[in-house]
């Protein structure tokens, strides 16, 4: 500057040339976000540090692809009818299933119903039977008298139905001897074994006996097919009877 300024020769002035800083000993490149310069870009270069992250965890699953894509729902791959015939199928099926289990539900309800209506009338049957065995074990009747008194007793007693008259007793000996029956008059006295069958061709009334035999405390519900008085279709028809100990009988009803 002060050749120049004399008039001398003027000598060509060089540019200053900082050399970049050598990389670090390690070998690794120092991180732009290391700089102060660009200390406020710093939180921005971990989330791209996230994403590269995320990338390489994606080439992992890449070849997971193919499998994962023939996993699809089969519907996608019916037509538009088929659709709505697999949902008009599926909508049949469940109303199906649905009225099944009401059936079955209701069948279970009046087996239910049928059984407390037969246990209470032919407990109060039986009561009645007792009270007159009672009289002629206290010798206050004779057991003839007791007897004939609880068979019409029972003859005449009827439960259920609209005006609770439509259902009735039987009383038989449990050697099948018909002791009492409302319906059949003309039973009573006469040894019925193997002449009353049910549905199925059994013998209905050695069923019973059975049953009450095999009983602890001589009491038997007992399902069976009858034909109802004045009709000839045969039809379920639950039994329960109660034995009468002393007097060799057995008490009953149907439903």
């Avoid at 994606?58 to 791959?77: D, F, R, T």
Wanted: aromatic share 6%; with cysteine; glycine share 6%.
């Amino acid at each position: 500057v002060a050749a120049a300024r004399q008039g001398t020769s003027s000598v060509p002035i060089q540019p200053r040339v900082i050399a970049p800083e050598a990389p670090p000993a390690s070998g690794h490149a120092r991180s732009a976000c290391a700089d102060p310069c660009l200390q406020p870009l710093a939180k921005h270069c971990a989330m791209a540090k996230q994403v590269v992250s995320f990338v390489e965890k994606l080439k992992i699953i890449k070849p997971l692809g193919p499998a994962v894509l023939s996993l699809k729902i089969p519907m996608q791959k019916l037509s538009f009818k088929a659709k709505i015939l697999l949902m008009l199928a599926s909508a049949l099926l469940a109303l199906i299933v649905m009225a099944t289990l009401a059936l079955v539900q209701e069948r279970k309800l009046i087996i239910e119903q049928r059984q407390t209506t037969l246990l209470t009338a032919v407990q109060a049957a039986q009561s009645i039977v007792l009270g007159y065995k009672a009289a002629a074990d206290s010798g206050k009747m004779s057991q003839e008298d007791a007897q004939d008194a609880a068979i019409q007793a029972l003859r005449l007693s009827r439960y259920s139905g609209a005006e609770g008259t439509s259902e009735y007793f039987y009383i038989w000996s449990l050697d099948l001897v018909g002791v009492m029956h409302p319906i059949k008059p003309e039973w009573e006295g006469q040894n019925m074994r193997g002449k009353l069958k049910d549905g199925e061709g059994h013998d209905a009334l050695q069923h019973i006996v059975d049953q009450l035999r095999a009983s602890s405390d001589g009491k038997a519900f007992v399902p069976a097919t009858f034909t109802r008085p004045g009709s000839t279709a045969w039809v379920p028809k639950l039994q329960y009877a109660v034995r009468i100990d002393g007097w060799n009988w057995m008490v009953g009803s149907g439903l």
